[in-house]
Nanobody
Framework: QVQLVESGGGLVQPGGSLRLSCAAS????????MGWYRQVPGKEREWVAR???????YYADSVKGRFTISRDNTKNTVYLQMDNVTPEDTAVYYC??????????????WGQGTLVTVST
């Protein structure tokens, strides 16, 4: 079973940049959809971005124009480039592969998360 591991989180100043990585322990070539979510204590997990195998991307309004999701299928890695960050971006960020409706035996996958703190 493929496992997902996030990295790249840390402390960054408002207006700064950070790049998160999601490394898979196996091939992600067959994963049609990969995404990023984030969560702050006491709040519901929020969808951030999604990327299809062919490269088509989708973003939440809160990060559109500032974040960029990408994937390198040969490296089995998904990235989240975070630019012009704000304190509201502070959260634990999770990598995700959603279950595909109707695909027999398909399972949802989550990483353990990486903490991003935006502060002066």
């Amino acid at each position: 079973q493929v496992q997902l591991v996030e990295s790249g989180g840390g402390l960054v100043q408002p207006g700064g940049s950070l790049r998160l990585s999601c490394a898979a322990s196996g091939s992600i070539f067959s994963f049609n959809v990969m995404g990023w979510y984030r969560q702050v204590p006491g709040k519901e997990r929020e969808w951030v971005a999604r990327i299809l195998r062919g490269g088509t991307t989708y973003y939440a309004d809160s990060v559109k124009g500032r974040f960029t999701i990408s994937r390198d299928n040969t490296k089995n890695t998904v990235y989240l480039q975070m630019d012009n960050v704000t304190p509201e971006d502070t959260a634990v960020y999770y990598c995700n592969k959603p279950v595909i409706p109707g695909r027999i035996g398909d399972r949802e996958l989550w990483g353990q998360g990486t903490l991003v703190t935006v502060s002066t």
